[in-house]
């Protein structure tokens, strides 16, 4: 079974720059997670689909984040402008059930290492 | 979601076992505790997770506490493949998913 996949795997871009991250959950997964991890800490979630609606978008910076989920398949996370303290590692998770029941497992993709100079 | 407390670091011996610790006085009836892993340079991984009973699965074993305020994640025979970040979590049974990480357990297994 193929696992989550995200590109690219690295980006480095300049503060004020814009950047989206793709990603492909594992197929048949309704849920679909992006998490932030900042060097040294645990992953925080940014936004949660079940299926093609937003779940929970609670932590999203929206002035300068977005996220979409087309067709409840493959989703993009995209910073616009960047800045230099969005400087981390992009999560992306999913999960099979729809309901997001407490035991359900959660898949993750390899993320995406941004760097903001 | 209740909140956890762990050892920032913890070494091991490669083919010991290992004992990770949690403590999660605060946790409800309702409350799964769920244990991650994040290897270096990867995603987390889950590893396992239980209620109120002991659990094993091929990767390590959960011990609870009676109480449940506690638990142990167990790794048998710890492999330098082992050495990563351990994350104890709280999820509640009627949470919508996400995961709430601290910082977690690093450990280091040596040779």
């Known amino acids: 079974e193929a696992g989550v996949a995200q590109s690219p795997r690295y980006k480095i871009i300049e503060k004020r720059q814009s950047v989206a991250f793709w990603c492909n959950p594992i197929?048949?997964?309704?849920?679909l997670y992006w998490y932030q991890q900042i060097l040294g800490q645990g992953p925080k979630l940014l936004i949660q689909?079940?299926?093609?609606?937003?779940?929970?978008d609670s932590q999203l910076p929206k002035d300068r984040f977005s996220a979409e989920r087309l067709k409840g398949v493959d989703s993009t996370l995209k910073i616009q402008p960047a800045k230099l303290e969005d400087s981390a590692v992009y999560l992306c998770?999913?999960?099979?059930?729809?309901?997001?029941?407490?035991?359900?497992?959660?898949?993750f993709g390899p993320g995406t290492r941004l760097t903001v100079l | 979601d209740a909140k956890t407390t762990q050892p920032n670091s913890m070494e091991s011996n490669e083919e010991e076992p290992v004992h990770l610790p949690c403590n999660h006085s605060t946790i409800s009836g309702t409350d799964y505790i769920h244990w991650y892993r994040q290897l270096p340079s990867q995603g987390p991984e889950y590893v396992i997770h239980g209620l109120t009973s002991n659990v094993n699965n091929r990767m390590a074993s959960l011990a609870i506490a009676e109480d449940r305020k506690s638990s142990t994640l167990i790794l048998h025979r710890a492999t330098l493949r082992d050495a990563a970040v351990y994350y104890c979590i709280l999820r509640d049974e009627g949470s919508q998913g996400n995961l709430i990480f601290g910082k977690g357990t690093k450990l280091s297994v040596k040779p």
């Open positions: 689909f079940q299926n093609n609606g937003v779940v929970d």
């Open positions: 197929s048949g997964h309704a849920t």
């Open positions: 998770a999913s999960s099979l059930d729809p309901s997001g029941r407490a035991y359900n497992e959660q898949f």
